[in-house]
């Protein structure tokens, strides 16, 4: 009788050893998944860095002809011994027009506020002002241009705003 007890035991004492041998492999496969997760996590982040520096370099090759023309309004002013306001200004102008079409290539737009209510989400008050012609919270001037890039707010609006 007392050998199917030993039996029993030797069993049991195998079926531990099966389990803990089991236990180690599957600590094992967890360890190296976990490894590869996060060689992979890394990859994917180093992979992001480097696209957003290929768009970077995009945005910056298409802003170099801007450049260009203001090298070359430089050099105009340096060899006129009088350049009229007006033709300061048409340069001006035509730079702000290159870098206008650049940026809205890219999904940059200007928030148009002036004369609208105000909207925090869109708009910052920096000032107030009062003008009994205009309605409450109604944006009266815009102190420096908000920017939206694809619809998101990239940079809001500084405004002064109607309080009555």
């Known amino acids: 009788m007392e050998k199917g007890k030993n039996k029993g035991k030797h069993k049991s004492g195998e079926t531990a050893k099966l389990k803990e041998a089991e236990i180690a492999e599957l600590k094992d496969s967890l360890q190296r998944l976990q490894a590869e997760f996060e060689n992979s996590r890394k990859r994917m982040e180093k992979e992001k860095q480097d696209f957003v520096k290929l768009a970077n370099a995009g945005i910056v090759k298409e802003l ?24 300061a200004l048409k340069g001006m102008e035509t730079l702000k027009q290159q870098l206008g079409k650049v940026l809205k290539d890219h999904g940059i737009e200007k928030i148009d506020c002036v004369g609208k209510e105000f909207d ?6 920096v000032m107030q002002g009062k003008d009994e012609s205009k309605k409450d919270e109604v944006v009266l001037e815009e102190l420096q241009k908000g920017y939206m890039l694809n619809g998101k707010i990239l940079r809001h609006a500084k405004v002064k705003v109607n309080k009555l």
Do not use: G, I, T, Y
């Open 64 to 87: 170099l002809p801007l450049l260009d023309s203001v090298k070359a309004a430089e050099k105009h002013l340096d060899e006129q011994e009088r350049v009229s306001k007006e033709d």
């Open 120 to 125: 925090p989400m869109r708009d910052e008050c």
